[in-house]
């Protein structure tokens, strides 16, 4: 099959499509980054475009619905780099977790997709890579051409998704760096969460991490202990450290995110094997897990363990994504346990994030699924608690300067219920 640059690729791929097109195009670091500097230099190709998938903040920073006036996005994450056309109405928020992103995707119309994958092997069949999450879906759905942006630089690991290069309608090609995301500086408070979360981990536990700081914390001070499994929605940089130390350790997930050094090491690493998203996020599959501890972070928890993970100040700024899934999962587990950690306070200490009550639409964990919440003052573990012992337990992990405030709170809100 010919390769093609990806702008007459591109080109050629849209004038087989409706004009008023829906088009999947991959996410996490199978973003096709390429295809999205074609549709910048020929914007009209986005016109009259819905694009369809799911952009994960922190990772992606591509506006899909801005690459041109009348085209549109469809995604459950409202990642900073969406604000513009959320707030023209042309990026649409669907407020679903990740596992139901799988059926959304499985039953939404499609035209098309955009996808990003290695160079074929002997056989003729190329790699997912680092990022097969939802590719398998997209790719079993015979209805949906897809384009192929062919990359050098997407390692084709041993255990990840393999899929016949006759499967695409038209091939691109082009060497770029993937989706890079370094690990950030973390404050002191990150460290003591992270030591408050592995004291409460037990031998020969199952671990998942969500994106950011805290599993950066968390990869970093476990990097030396051994007898642990992970099986993740998303892997970053650290889980080198742990890779180098352990020998055993063994690797499920459905993305790797980071920089070219944990691309390169990860590229013919057998212990590390990459799932789709319906294995990754199945609640049956993370029930059937020995001491699954999901450990996940959150912007709010209020008195009564609710947590909210998608609002400032009454702005959407994220999305729900694996969250709920996931602790739904530690909970199923024999020995599991889902643990919520969040620094105790903001802006230099004067805002608690410990908070009386969360607005209702900010609600994106009920207090049912809340296991552990874990600050940098301590853990509290809410299952079994009534609610008054609840309350305390958060108060007592909050910052001792708003502990007296939330006290007074939770005695006013009390004579109320």
């Not at 609610?387 to 910052?399: K, P, S």
């Amino acid at each position: 099959m010919n390769r093609l640059p990806p702008l007459e690729a591109l080109r050629r791929f849209r004038a087989s499509l409706p004009r008023r097109a829906r088009l999947y195009a991959g996410g996490c670091s199978g973003e096709p980054l390429g295809f999205v500097e074609a549709f910048r230099e020929e914007p009209a190709l986005a016109a009259g475009v819905t694009f369809v998938g799911q952009w994960v903040p922190g990772i992606n920073q591509t506006d899909w619905a801005g690459l041109h006036p009348e085209a549109a996005a469809e995604t459950t994450f409202l990642a900073p780099c969406l604000r513009p056309s959320f707030e023209d109405g042309r990026t649409r928020i669907l407020p679903l977790a990740y596992s139901q992103s799988w059926n959304w995707l499985a039953e939404t119309s499609l035209d098309g997709a955009l996808m990003l994958v290695s160079p074929p092997d002997t056989d003729g069949n190329v790699s997912l890579g680092v990022s097969p999450d939802f590719g398998p879906l997209i790719l079993s759905r015979k209805d949906v051409p897809v384009l192929a942006l062919i990359n050098p630089q997407m390692p084709a690991p041993p255990r990840s998704v393999k899929a016949p290069l006759a499967r695409f309608q038209l091939v691109a090609e082009e060497s770029r760096p993937l989706v890079n995301v370094p690990a950030a500086p973390l404050a002191p408070a990150f460290s003591k969460i992270a030591h408050h979360i592995a004291a409460l981990l037990p031998e020969g536990a199952t671990l998942q991490f969500g994106i950011g700081n805290v599993q950066q914390a968390v990869l970093t001070e476990l990097a030396g202990r051994k007898g642990l499994s992970i099986y993740s929605g998303i892997v970053s940089d650290p889980v080198i450290g742990m890779l180098d130390a352990d020998p055993d350790l063994q690797v499920t997930t459905g993305v790797a995110v980071g920089t070219a050094a944990l691309y390169e090491r990860i590229a013919d690493e057998p212990r590390v094997r990459f799932l789709p998203v319906s294995e990754t996020h199945a609640l049956a599959r993370l029930a059937a897990l020995p001491r699954f501890t999901a450990i996940n972070s959150v912007l709010e928890v209020d008195l009564f363990g609710q947590a909210n993970a998608e609002f400032i100040s009454g702005r959407q700024v994220s999305g729900t994504g694996g969250l709920t899934d996931f602790l739904r999962g530690a909970r199923a587990s024999r020995g599991g346990t889902g643990i919520t950690a969040l620094v105790s306070t903001a802006r230099g200490g004067a805002i608690s994030r410990i908070v009386p009550r969360l607005a209702p639409d900010a609600v994106s964990v009920t207090r049912a699924d809340m296991d552990v919440v874990i600050t940098e003052h301590g853990a509290a573990r809410l299952t079994g608690l009534d609610l008054d012992a609840r309350a305390q337990a958060l108060i007592a992990v909050a910052d001792p300067a708003q502990r007296p405030a939330l006290e007074d709170s939770w005695s006013a809100m009390r004579r109320d219920l």
